[in-house]
Antibody
């Protein structure tokens, strides 16, 4: 399985950050996997954003929940992140990853990451 | 949320020597802990899960141990490719959380 993030590298403050993760080598609808977004910044380190499961259920970090939607497009074998009302604190490298299971929530496959800068 | 604290922040080790990295949790849990390795410009790579189970293909020089609030990653004989930043992550409680990392550098 391979994952690849895509999306704009620059987003203006107050706008919406939208990223897509394309999955190859396996279906996002099969198995008991949790398709995950994680970000990394010098200030906060590695921060779990949320997931969408193979069955379509979602879970979000409480600190981001009010601004965040994670969705899937099974026809394209992709899942996406939409984060609204961004500020400079949302500047980070964003990774998509596969987690092994709800009670075994470690990430065994990662995308290479994409850098997102929030700036006017 | 469970806060993960790693020590030391930086570990200077000579090639061939042993490295011992620590990860402490703010709350006790059994063995729901993973370790990752990250090199500059790359994504983290899973090394260990379940506190002590090596990921597929991981060399035996890497070992994990611990439970409760104290966990350890040991690299028995450092190779040049092992110089990197290492992170622990708990998955005992939601949200999953990471330590701030230990950088293993060449002495």
């Amino acid at each position: 399985v391979q994952l690849q993030e895509s999306g704009p590298g620059l987003v203006k403050p107050s706008q919406t950050l939208s990223l897509t993760c394309s999955v190859s080598g396996g279906s996002i609808s099969s198995g008991d996997f949790y398709w995950t977004w994680i970000r990394q910044s010098p200030e906060k380190g590695l921060e779990w954003i949320g997931f969408i499961s193979s069955s379509g259920s979602t879970s979000y970090n409480p600190s981001l929940q009010s601004r965040l939607v994670i969705s899937e497009d099974t026809s394209k074998n992709q899942f996406s992140l939409n984060l609204t009302s961004v500020t400079a604190t949302d500047t980070a490298v964003y990774f998509c990853a596969r987690a092994f299971g709800y009670y075994y929530y470690y990430m065994d496959v990662w995308g290479k990451g994409t850098t997102v800068t929030v700036s006017s | 949320e469970i806060v993960m604290t790693q020590s030391p922040a930086t570990l200077s080790v000579s090639p061939g020597e042993r490295a011992t990295l620590s990860c402490r949790a703010s709350q006790s849990f059994s063995r729901s802990l993973a370790w990752y390795q990250q090199k500059p410009g790359q994504a983290p790579r899973l090394l260990i899960y379940g506190a002590s189970t090596r990921a597929t293909g991981l060399p035996a020089r890497f070992s994990g141990s611990g439970s409760g609030t104290e966990f350890t990653l040991t690299i028995s004989s450092l190779q040049s490719e092992d110089f990197a930043v290492y992170y622990c992550q708990q998955y005992s409680d939601w949200p999953p959380t990471f330590g701030q990392g230990t950088k293993v550098e060449i002495k």
